[in-house]
């Protein structure tokens, strides 16, 4: 059983700053990559950022500089910063993570989503 936990979304002004957390648990079995996406009104649910168990991180072209993601793999936990947030970043963001559990399988779990939105 995998549960994800979102937060930290909200309002916030053109140019301002935000956190996003996921903490995710799971009772058995190894947490692998994990990722936040984000989805706006008539766009495709897009990856915004991943990073893997090693901390190795991507970044969708139009966050870099501008995003960081981390993780807390004590915790099962990423983080996602973003900075100088533009119109264009609001969205609903999904946590997503990859699970692989005792019995050999590797599934996908996602968080229930937080929204974002920046006010230009």
């Known amino acids: 059983q995998v549960q994800l936990v979102e937060s930290g979304g909200g309002l916030v002004q053109a140019g301002g700053s935000m956190r996003l957390s996921c903490a995710a648990s799971a009772s058995d079995g190894t947490i692998f990559n994990m990722a936040w996406y984000r989805q706006s009104p008539g766009n495709q649910r897009e990856l915004v950022a991943s990073i893997t168990r090693e901390s190795k991180t991507n970044y969708v072209n139009a966050v870099m500089g501008r995003f960081t993601i981390s993780r807390d793999s004590t915790k099962n936990t990423i983080y996602l910063q973003m900075n100088n947030l533009k119109a264009e970043d609001s969205g609903v963001y999904y946590c997503?993570?990859?699970?692989?559990?005792?019995?050999?399988?590797?599934?996908?779990?996602w968080g229930q989503g937080t929204r974002v939105t920046v006010s230009s």
């Open positions: 997503n993570i990859d699970h692989w559990s005792p019995s050999g399988h590797l599934d996908t779990y």
